[in-house]
């Protein structure tokens, strides 16, 4: 198992900019994922995107994985007040790989 | 989306006492649940992973005895805290499993030791 590393740490936008914050790891990896985590709650799964991929969408959500570089970025296209969250990757090396988590990135949208 | 319900979301108990925390998957068969914990700002902390039928494995320096986990069927496994103290005062989230390394994650309960 690895852990990604996210960058920024904290991330505070107007609402309806767009948010982009970044995935750094260290391994070759099968699928990388990114989740959402609202203050006080689980997890929320937002977007796989496997290796041989190098751009997904999913609604406002945008992501790439640039497996050269061992990164990947999430961008949130018009941001919302309730995007506010903690961001996380995961890469994520095999099948049966545990997943362990960064510190995240914590967005903060201001209204 | 498959779905994780965790109960109960919220527990209060005195020192000394036992908690525990059940982790079900509604709607598909989990063959390996995860239990996470979390200090406030902080980032999740694997535990173990819990595998249906057989013993769970824990992450190095989480006590075994002091955590139980219990994963007796494919659709549930449980956390027990044994003898909390406050310092065990954390929010646990569990996940399971489902298709190639995706996770999905139960509500988290918020156990607090008085």
């Known amino acids: 198992s690895q852990q990604g590393e996210e960058d920024p740490q904290a991330l505070s936008i107007q609402e309806g900019e767009n948010a982009t914050m970044n995935c750094s790891y260290k391994t070759s990896i099968n699928n990388l994922q990114w989740y959402r985590q609202n203050s006080g709650r689980g997890l929320v799964h937002l977007i796989l995107?496997?290796?041989?991929?190098r751009e997904k969408h999913s609604g406002r959500l945008r992501v790439t994985l640039d497996t050269s570089k061992k990164s990947s970025s999430l961008l949130i296209t018009a941001s919302r007040a309730a995007d506010t969250a903690s961001y996380f990757c995961?890469?994520?090396?095999?099948?049966?790989?545990?997943?362990?988590f960064g510190k995240g990135t914590r967005l903060h949208i201001l209204p | 989306g498959a779905v994780v319900s965790q109960h109960p979301s919220r527990v209060i108990c005195k020192s000394g006492t036992s908690v525990k925390i059940e982790c079900r998957s509604l709607?598909?068969?989990?063959?390996?649940m995860f239990w996470y914990r979390q200090f406030p700002k902080q980032s999740l902390m694997l535990m173990a992973t819990?595998?249906?039928?057989?013993?769970?494995?824990?992450e190095q320096g989480v006590e075994k005895d002091k955590f139980l986990i219990n994963h007796a069927s494919l659709t549930l496994s449980t956390l027990t805290v044994t003898s909390a103290h406050p310092e065990d005062s954390s929010f646990y989230i569990c996940s399971a499993s489902f298709g190639p390394g995706e996770l999905f994650f139960g509500e988290g309960s918020r156990l607090t030791v008085l």
């Open positions: 819990s595998n249906e039928g057989s013993k769970a494995t824990y």
């Open positions: 709607d598909f068969q989990a063959t390996t």
């Open positions: 995107i496997r290796s041989n991929e």
């Open positions: 995961a890469p994520v090396m095999n099948r049966d790989d545990k997943i362990i």
